[in-house]
């Protein structure tokens, strides 16, 4: 069983700036997949940007490229996401997933997660 703990939501206006954090209670979480997911209110929840298990692929959606980054530390059991340029149609509940039996390239999609964190709400004001 793994626990992910989110935490770094919060309010802010658009164009600033957040750290989301997700902490991993696992002595295996080198061997996870990692991916965040966010979900707004009246939506489906969709898929964000995902990291392999050693780091070195990442996958973004179209929306997030280049205003968001995804890093991973596997000596602290934490994935990060960077936010920067948060607009309002980033408001959502953001969830990172752990994924043990996962071809990366199966990383955008949510159904081949096994575990999930509770969510952090990130809110961007105009």
């Known amino acids: 069983q793994v626990q992910l703990v989110e935490s770094g939501g919060g309010l802010v206006q658009a164009g600033g700036s957040l750290r989301l954090s997700c902490a991993a209670s696992?002595?295996?979480?080198?061997?996870?997949?990692m991916g965040w997911f966010r979900q707004a209110p009246g939506k489906e929840r969709e898929f964000v940007a995902a990291?392999?298990?050693?780091?070195?692929?990442?996958y973004y959606t179209d929306s997030v490229k280049g205003r968001f980054t995804i890093s991973r530390d596997n000596a602290k059991n934490t994935v990060y996401l960077q936010m920067n340029s948060l607009k309002p149609e980033d408001t959502a509940v953001y969830y990172c997933a752990a994924a043990a039996a996962i071809d990366f390239g199966l990383a955008r999609l949510g159904g081949r997660y096994d575990y999930w964190g509770q969510g952090t709400q990130v809110t961007v004001s105009s």
């Open positions: 990291i392999s298990r050693s780091g070195g692929r990442i």
């Open positions: 696992t002595r295996t979480f080198s061997r996870n997949v």
